[in-house]
């Protein structure tokens, strides 16, 4: 393969690196979010819980 080739492959792959490292940073908020306020433990999802998970996570 070429130097043209290399540094072509060589970029998808770091584009695809970026992807699935800002994909995940993009969703964990949600999950956290979603399961701190689960019925199942016991929280109830007023306003001050809501506030409270969104301050611990930004």
Do not use: C, W
Request: no cysteine; charged share 15%; glycine share 10%.
């Amino acid at each position: 393969m070429n130097a043209a080739g290399q540094r072509a492959r060589n970029l998808k792959l770091a584009l695809a690196a970026l992807g699935v490292v800002f994909g995940d940073i993009g969703t964990s908020p949600l999950y956290a979010l979603r399961e701190s306020l689960a019925p199942r433990h016991g929280i109830a999802p007023s306003p001050e819980a809501v506030l409270g998970v969104l301050s611990l996570i930004f």
